[in-house]
């Protein structure tokens, strides 16, 4: 079971920024695509970004465009999101997974999430 301890989650004012980073437990994510999602109250997942393992094209839900970076170190064997000018409605628990298949518009995790970290923009 691929499994996976993500931290860097925290409540900051709009405008503000956070970074994420993800650590595979027990495995490298070397071979996976992988990406981020998150969770509103009340609302399902939702892709945030993704990034491929092969030749590391990204993509980005269009409410994020330009205001959040992933990035991944493969030495490191960690995954990041970095997230600038947080606005309210980007609140919610963030999760990492591997993509299942194509890191696109249709970003889907393989296996089970998470404990997730949470995210509150909030003045």
């Known amino acids: 079971q691929l499994q996976f301890v993500e931290s860097g989650g925290g409540s900051v004012q709009p405008g503000g920024s956070l970074r994420l980073s993800c650590t595979p437990s027990?495995?490298?994510?070397?071979?996976?695509?992988m990406g981020w999602w998150r969770q509103a109250p009340g609302k399902e997942h939702e892709g945030v970004s993704c990034?491929?393992?092969?030749?590391?094209?990204?993509y980005y839900t269009d409410s994020v465009k330009g205001r959040f970076t992933i990035s991944r170190d493969n030495a490191k064997n960690t995954l990041y999101l970095q997230m600038d000018s947080l606005k309210p409605e980007d609140s919610g628990v963030y999760y990492c997974a591997v993509v299942s298949r194509a890191c696109n518009e249709r970003m889907a995790a393989f296996g089970s999430w998470g404990q997730g970290t949470q995210v509150t923009v909030a003045s």
């Open positions: 027990g495995f490298s994510m070397d071979y996976y695509s």
């Open positions: 990034i491929s393992n092969s030749h590391g094209g990204t």
